[in-house]
């Protein structure tokens, strides 16, 4: 957190050191990116990423969404738009936030999208099948998504029984566990690792992690068996 001098803000542990939370995705066909955050550019950077076929939203918030604009790099190369899924709620705000890449008098170089309007029903990207998990996140409907038997899931503080069973059957779960503390809008810890236990996922990890959660390695230690604390670069294959 900009400004903050906490343990984990000045932890020397790589592990304490976040960029906003997003997934990437890839079979051996295709690769998409789950959430444009603000850090999205230095993210694809970072892993020098040089292909991209396709961007998911889970919800409208600016740190799911700010780094849109950087798609252009992806539009430059491929000399194509990118296919972008996304509910109602989040296409309202991509064409607020984001204006000028839809409207009529472009200028040149503006991100170049096309957009495709999700609902629940499952949808194919390339050769991944995508199922939709609808979460609440206070009062907002927020976007999990199943891809197989992995399931992600960021941003939520309740979901509805018929949407955990969707859930159900995954053998990794990526889910939001901000803090200790209560909190309005995201899981905290307690509440994550309760629900894991009772969506009998065997492995979990937990991510969109405050720096108020306390120090990766010390709470990664206290966590029960199957449950770890996400961390930026962290891969695995289902
Ligand atoms: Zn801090
Ligand atoms: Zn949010
Ligand atoms: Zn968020």
Redesign the pocket.
């Known amino acids: 957190m900009i400004a903050c001098d906490c343990a984990v803000c000045l932890s020397s542990d790589p592990r304490d050191n976040r960029l ?2 997003s997934v990437m995705v890839e079979s051996a066909g295709t690769r998409f990116v789950i959430d444009t955050t603000p850090d999205f550019r230095y993210q694809m950077l970072r892993l020098k990423i040089r292909h991209m076929d396709a961007l998911l939203f889970t919800h409208p ?1 600016k ?2 969404i700010a780094g849109l604009d950087d798609v252009r790099a992806f539009n430059f190369f491929s000399q194509k738009p990118m296919d972008v899924y996304a509910n109602y709620l989040t296409e309202e705000a991509l064409r607020r936030d984001f204006y000028y890449a839809f409207s009529d008098t472009k200028y040149p170089g503006v991100p170049e999208l096309e957009l495709h309007l999700i609902d629940k029903s499952p949808f194919m990207i390339g050769d991944i099948t995508v199922i939709p998990i609808e979460v609440w996140h206070l009062r907002m409907p927020v976007m999990g998504f199943r891809i197989g038997d992995f399931t992600y899931i ?2 939520a503080n309740r979901i509805e029984d018929s949407e955990k069973e969707k859930i159900r059957g995954s053998s990794i779960i990526v889910l939001n566990a901000l803090r200790k503390e209560k909190h309005i809008s995201h899981f905290n810890l307690r509440e994550a690792i309760d629900l894991v236990k009772e969506l009998g996922v065997p492995k979990a990890y937990f991510t ?1 992690i405050s720096h108020q959660l306390g120090l990766h390695q010390e709470i990664n230690a206290e966590l029960p068996e199957g449950i770890e604390l996400s961390y930026d670069g962290l891969t695995f294959s289902v």
């Open positions: 906003r939370s918030h740190d799911h960021t941003d969109h």
